[in-house]
């Protein structure tokens, strides 16, 4: 990957709709070579979808937690079990105290309550332990001026 590469994939965070010959223009590209360069950013994986930022609040999913979550055994396999879950956005299994960690978004904390049980209901699953954000600062998308070894 290079800086066209980089600059690229900037653009396209910024803004996914952005026309090829728009891009081009600012990496100094024509349509075509932009059109090209993407598409062989998406054949090897770089860029794994497009798609938009909605805000949460408005769609009424104002809750949102980071629930670490406690196992008796290893939950590497269980990622079907969570994306059965579709109040939780991102699974991580992770080192640490817990085993994984997982994003939720709710409309109530009510709901929270439900997913935490329903995540109880996962095999191994021994405790969880939640954390509700009370106000987002930021979210940053990842910046490619940042990639190393590509």
Do not use: N
Not at 34 to 61: F, M, N, W, Y
Not at 73 to 99: L, N, T, Y
């Amino acid at each position: 990957m290079d800086e066209i590469d980089r600059r690229l994939i900037a653009l396209l965070q910024h803004d996914a709709t952005t026309a090829y010959a728009a891009l081009g223009k600012e990496v100094g590209l024509s349509a075509g070579a932009a059109h090209e360069r993407v598409r062989k950013l998406r054949e090897r994986g770089v860029i794994r979808r497009t798609t938009i930022e909605v805000d949460p609040g408005a769609l009424g999913q104002g809750v949102l937690a980071f629930v670490m979550v406690d196992s008796t055994a290893w939950m590497g396999e269980s990622a079907a079990a969570f994306a059965a879950i579709p109040e939780i956005q991102e699974a991580h299994v992770i080192a640490g105290s817990a085993s994984v960690l997982v994003k939720v978004r709710t409309v109530t904390t009510e709901q929270l309550q439900d997913v935490l049980r329903r995540l109880y209901a996962i095999d191994g699953v021994s405790g969880t332990h939640a954390t509700v954000s009370l106000e987002t600062f930021f979210e940053r998308p990842l910046s490619p001026e940042r990639a190393v070894g590509t």
